[in-house]
């Protein structure tokens, strides 16, 4: 998303932009896939993003801006949630914002009111926490042990506030989200889930917002491998399948384990740094197994969570639901962290994701990133994990917006 986003923004001011891409498809599109298999008596494509890609102008509003701005269709998401406990009972069942608390089932079950109860209690906790200060300079964990056991339970923390974090915005293990800085998860949670603007997706896939992102780019170069670069006193060499390639700028919008490999030889500064951006596994599949669902069909939510006895929590997107009038036949699901067994004759397809990881550090890593640009002029560095805040689309175009800003500032400045 970075590097289509700096190319579309590059273009529209005029610039020549050449964007060279390892895979056959533009890396944002690598997240869609036809379905249309699952679909009988239709013709044409059904596509949809694994995992499924959403955002709102509350959370996301670069990349609402920018979805705009390139003509990119997107429609409002069904916002139900089931959360099931560990032997898949049913706790709680609602939609979003949850400070509407659309309830949807078991309104008269104790349980569930308890979590609502603790639920309102955690928002206002949440939000006396930013609006006072409280929530800067300490971790999410710290954060969750002085103030929310006093007032919740454990039933709240473990069946409904961790699976609901760690398998969507944040997408990381409990472990890491308990290191977050406290601020940035309360903030981020409260634009999702406190009356703010509703959750979107693109009508037409990753795919279609690729394509339009590219329209005014002068190359995009697919399937090209780029080997190393080379840096001169007044241009940029980039060594790709054989060849080389000479710019005056170069963006490099890549994760920062990648990109640290990539400037080694010629940046070790810059290798040595983006070497110290941690990221995290994001196993997700997709699959028919409704194993992963509620038993009873009625309690399917469009996104269903499960906590599990080891602490890990899933999340299972019943994407026939996420797409409006999606024509597919069959059930199909995608499960991030799956956390149970699932059919292997079930199962479309598995991938392995990488996350960057924020942390205590995360922002002192930015400050030296912003510092290494202001000192080498022509390589720049662009990627969800170039920004504050959760590592998102929407910090990805940021960093794009970032690096576009120094690029014509500096040519401004050349200039007078």
Known sequence: MAGLSAAWLLSRKGFRVTVFEKGANPGLAA??????????????QIIGDVPSRMFNASLWPAVTKLYQDAGVDF????????FLNTAKDVRLKIGLPYDTVAILKNTFNPITRKLLSDLRAFQKIGLDALQDGSAEAITFGEFLKTAVPKRSSSDFLNDFLLPALTSTVFTCPTIDLLRYPCDVVLDSLDKVSNGGQRLMRTVNGSQDAAKRLLFDVDRF????????????????????????????????????????????SELPEAAALLAKFRYVDVPVVVHTDSSTMPNDK????????????????SCTVWMNRFHDRWPAAEDVFHTIFPNRKIDSAAV??????????????TKSLHADLEMLHLK????????????????????????SHSVVRHITSQLAKATT
Not at 298 to 313: C, I, K, L, P
Not at 377 to 399: D, H, K, M, N
């Open 31 to 44: 997240h869609s896939r036809d379905f249309s298999n699952f679909a009988t008596n239709f013709e044409g």
């Open 75 to 82: 429609a409002p998401v069904d916002h139900q949630q089931t």
């Open 221 to 264: 170069l697919c399937g090209t491998n780029v080997e190393s670069i080379s840096l001169r006193d007044e241009s940029v060499l980039v060594h790709a399948n054989g060849d080389s390639h000479e710019f005056d700028q170069l963006i490099v919008a890549t994760q920062a384990n990648h990109a640290s490999d990539l400037v080694a």
């Open 298 to 313: 009625g309690d399917w939510g469009t996104f269903n969570f499960r906590s599990s006895e080891s602490g890990a929590s």
């Open 348 to 361: 479309v397809s598995s991938a392995n994701m990488q996350r960057p990881v924020v942390d205590s550090n």
């Open 376 to 399: 080498n002029r022509r390589i720049w560095f662009a990627g969800s994990y170039a920004t504050g805040g959760v590592p998102l689309l929407e910090s990805a175009v940021q960093s």
